[in-house]
Every structure is written in C-alpha cells, then in structure tokens.
C-alpha cells in the first residue's frame, strides 16, 4: 500500500498511484500541468474535500495495477510504450468520433445547446492532438530517444524549442477539456436513452482519459530536463 500524503507532488501520487487520475479530474486537479504541485497545492487553489480525496487515493492504492506498470520502464522505453498504446489509435479515432459530436450537436440543437460548444472544443482537440502527434512521431521522438540514451547537450538544445511549443499545446488541450467536461456535467447523457448521445459521451471521456495520460506522463516525465 502506498501511503499518499497531502504533502507529496501530484505527479509522484500518479505515478504510485495511476488510477488516482480518475479522481483529479473529477475535481478539476490540473495534474498534467501542475504535476510539481503538491495535493496540498492543489486543495488551496480549489474546491475539493482534502480529506476524501486522500482517502480515495489511499484505497485506490490497495488495489493491483492492471497492465503495464510505467514506474518501472525507462524513457525510451516510455515513449514507445505511448507510440504502441496510444497515438496509432487515437489517430484513427479522433477524426471518427469528431463527425460523431458533430451529429450529437446537430441533434439536440435546439433542445441543449452546450452541445454546440462541446462541438466546437472538440474539433479543436481533434487537430491539435492529430498534429501534436504527428509531429512527436515524426521529429520529437525520435530526438527524445537519442537525448535518453546518449544524454547529447547537442540533442538536449534541438529539443527545447519542440518541447516549449508541446507544453503550451498541451494547455490549450486540457483546457479545452476541462470545458468540456464542464458543459456535459462530468459526461452525463442529457438522454439515457438515446444511444448516439450516450455514446458520444463514453467516449468522449475515453479520449480525455487517454489523451491526459499521455499529457501526463510527457509534461511529469519525459519533457523534465528541458523545461
């Protein structure tokens, strides 16, 4: 069991604890950018019951991490961790389930139209991540891979501006789904019995899921030494 403390950084709590993302989000705890704060940073800044969320944490510790672990893999390793697990898929889903919000908006355009905003963010998530990561495929990781393994100053001065630029994209991304998440009251279909609409909201928080790991693990991690 890990003993999680107000007192430790959020991104080490993560990293202990993955699953304890779920919970942060559901506060709004911004662990992607913020990863340096502590949880006690984090209470003093908003709106949450410290001791519940120590206490959800602390239980979730208990349970037995399902697949792969990340605390025990090195950064090269990582990176093509992300690359396999992730980026291949979202690539194909995002563009998919961008046409499916759009129809969801249409639907309900004059009964809920927080739904057209919602539309609107996640058409802008949908091409920022899809260049996000095709840039990192093409140019960043590789980089990355080189300056872990042969800790190059030459490598480490290339990478800075790419990283600059991925941790400012990286705002802009979970704001937007900050928003989002906002506006469909922590993904709740406005019709339970209408399938597209609870459909779209499954995965929806699928992606955020998905996406805010890989935020995660890049801003708390890999992009460490340059920023």
């Known amino acids: 069991m890990s003993n999680i403390n107000e007192n430790m950084k959020l991104k080490d709590i993560l990293f202990k604890v993955p ?14 950018n913020n990863g340096s704060d502590t949880l006690k940073d984090a209470y003093d800044a908003g ?15 208990k349970e037995r991490i399902e697949g792969i672990d990340v605390s025990y893999m090195d950064e090269p390793s990582i990176i093509k961790y992300i690359g396999r697990k992730y980026n291949d898929d979202l690539l194909d889903e995002l563009p998919i389930l961008n046409d499916y919000v759009e ?26 991540m899809t260049v996000h990561i095709e840039t990192e495929e093409t140019d960043v990781y590789p980089l990355l891979t080189t300056y872990y393994e042969q800790q190059s100053e030459v490598t480490h001065e290339a990478l800075k501006p790419h990283i600059t630029r991925l941790i400012d994209e990286h705002q802009n991304i979970v704001s937007w789904f900050k928003q ?3 506006l469909t009251n922590g993904y709740t279909p406005v019709d339970s019995n209408e399938p597209l609409n609870v459909f779209v909201m499954k995965k929806l928080e699928e992606n955020e899921n998905n996406i805010m790991t890989i935020l995660h693990l890049e801003n708390n991690l890999l992009f460490t030494p340059f920023r």
């Open 180 to 182: 989002i998440r906002s």
């Open 103 to 128: 129809k969801l908006a249409k639907k309900y355009k004059k009964e809920d139209a927080e739904y057209d905003k919602v539309s609107d963010l996640f058409y802008n998530i949908y091409r920022e």
């Open 19 to 32: 699953a304890a993302a779920d919970v942060f989000r559901e506060v709004n705890i911004d662990f992607v």
């Open 47 to 61: 709106h949450f019951n410290l001791e519940n969320i120590l206490y959800e944490v602390n239980e979730l510790s």
